[in-house]
């Protein structure tokens, strides 16, 4: 045995010699190949980096190991490691050390910074336990900036987003709407690949990329949705488009230059039908708020005031003016959200006053009335009974029911209409109140109106042709030699 792993270790060591000389692991090396005009079978996602990246990490296979490599987005066997079920993977200074359960040294000499160790199973059956999670096909380790181990799970694209799917969306949607989310989570993965190639991989396990858990997150309506459209991008002219999403647009999408800065023709704003309102209020404190500018480093002083600035002609906010007695800040798009939070401002579309509920005036009464309790909702069409001012019990539907505005008398209509309008008064004191509708960013396909035509028998091509603008559903191996 003590002869077996010798011979084992020089093995693995001369493996990694073969590995520095076909492979070359850097900044400007991605698994998404143009050269050979691939769409690369495998992903590397980062699981633990920076301040995450440990000095040692626990890996298992109840089936062993292969040392294995990268050879053109395709993972390699280099070398059977299949008598060990357990692995212990140590930065030790400037070098990465395997080691075995009984604490024996398989290898400390690699001559790369970049060690690819796969289960030695079979293509589609490859799990690999890193830490307490458990991963499919394989693992790589890298010696971090930072002077740990950053540890990628290297994957095939289509088992990652079998781990993808219901960490963005619910298992329970119906299927057309997961296959929606399965063909825009894919060519968001193709679009997004690289983003974090400085760190070593392509793309992270949270939502700055796309939530990522591997095979604890997996379904069977998820596996589902994603293998009954195996392979399949939205494209716009012939090249792959990203597909952004969010959970829902509160009655109307983005266009990305509202957003974020650039123009991209097939991220049209969209007068969603679909849509449920998801209405939300919340509220912060001026002295939270100036907290938060403070560690955005913007330092406006104590702040006096808050009012919208600037609207869109689909009603969400463009410019936000906080005046201060130093100075003014202005945020624009999503560094609204970014800089006073996602927890505070839930989407873009949203009015503020000085009170809990800053008005919602409806435009030509073209709205329908949700009341909320805590645990379910009351729809329109639902009889209803209200108090009147001689404190007498009325029923009625809240499509009998009419808003008075302080001017006039607006009849709330049963109508899916979902344009409104918001106010914009400048509002002073302590705190900030906003009310809103949708969540999320707003560019591209809302995850909630996915759901809902599902519902009505729309199917995913359907749905994604509502959302992006202009686009296809193909097959990625037709977009082969394709620059995005």
Not at 139 to 160: M, P
Not at 264 to 279: C, G, K, N, Q, T
Not at 451 to 463: C, H, L
Request: hydrophobic share 35%; net charge negative; charged share 20%.
């Amino acid at each position: 045995m003590i002869f077996q792993k010798a011979r084992n270790a020089i093995a693995i060591a001369m493996a990694a010699l073969f590995i520095s000389s076909v492979t070359t692991w850097g900044e400007s090396t991605s698994i998404y190949s143009y050269a050979e005009g691939n769409l690369s079978n495998y992903v590397r996602i980062g699981l633990l980096y920076g301040d995450q990246s440990p000095q040692n990490i626990r890996i298992e296979s109840e089936s062993g190991f292969q040392l294995a490599q990268d050879s053109q987005g395709e993972l390699t066997a280099l070398r059977s490691l299949q008598e060990y079920t357990l692995l212990y993977v140590t930065r030790e200074g400037g070098r990465i050390v395997v080691r075995d359960d009984a604490d024996t040294v398989l290898s400390n000499d690699f001559p790369s910074d970049y060690v690819l160790i796969s289960a030695a199973q079979s293509e589609q059956d490859r799990m690999i336990s890193i830490e307490n999670g458990l991963y499919r096909d394989g693992v790589c380790f890298r010696l971090d900036a930072s002077g740990g181990l950053t540890v990628i799970n290297y994957i095939q694209l289509e088992h990652y987003l079998y781990g993808v799917l219901s960490k963005e969306m619910a298992p329970n949607y119906p299927l057309e709407a997961l296959k929606a989310q399965a063909v825009s989570a894919r060519s968001f993965t193709y679009g997004a690949l690289e983003k974090h190639v400085k760190q070593g991989f392509d793309l992270c396990n949270k939502t700055c990329c796309q939530v990522y858990s591997g095979i604890a997150a997996e379904f069977e309506s998820t596996t589902q949705a994603c293998s009954e459209t195996e392979g399949q991008v939205i494209s716009y002219e012939g090249k792959i488009a990203t597909g952004y999403y969010h959970a829902s647009s509160g009655g109307y999408t983005q266009n990305s230059e509202d957003v974020w800065v650039t123009t991209v023709p097939y991220l049209r704003a969209v007068a969603d039908e679909f849509a449920p309102l998801a209405p939300w209020h919340t509220n912060i404190s001026f002295q939270e708020l100036q907290r938060r500018l403070k560690a955005s480093s913007y330092d406006p002083g104590v702040i006096r005031s808050v009012k919208v600035e600037q609207r869109y002609d689909n009603g969400s906010v463009g410019l936000l003016r906080i005046e201060g007695s130093k100075d003014s800040v202005v945020l624009s798009k999503e560094n609204i959200r970014t800089v006073i939070g996602g927890d505070v401002i839930r989407s873009v579309r949203f009015s503020m006053g000085a009170f809990p509920s800053p008005k919602i005036i409806t435009e030509s009464g073209k709205i329908s009335l949700v009341l909320q309790s805590s645990n379910q909702q009351i729809q329109s069409s639902e009889a209803i009974y209200i108090i009147g001012s001689d404190l007498k019990s009325y029923k009625t539907t809240i499509g009998g029911i009419s808003i008075w505005d302080g001017t006039s008398s607006r009849v709330i209509e049963e109508t899916t209409g979902r344009r409104i309008l918001f106010t914009d008064e400048a509002v002073p004191g302590d705190v900030v109140h906003f009310q809103g509708l949708g969540h999320g960013h707003g560019v591209g396909m809302p995850q909630t109106s996915a759901r809902e035509m599902a519902y009505k028998g729309y199917d995913y091509v359907e749905i994604l042709s509502y959302f992006y603008t202009g686009i296809e559903v193909v097959a990625a191996d037709h977009l082969k030699g394709l620059r995005r």
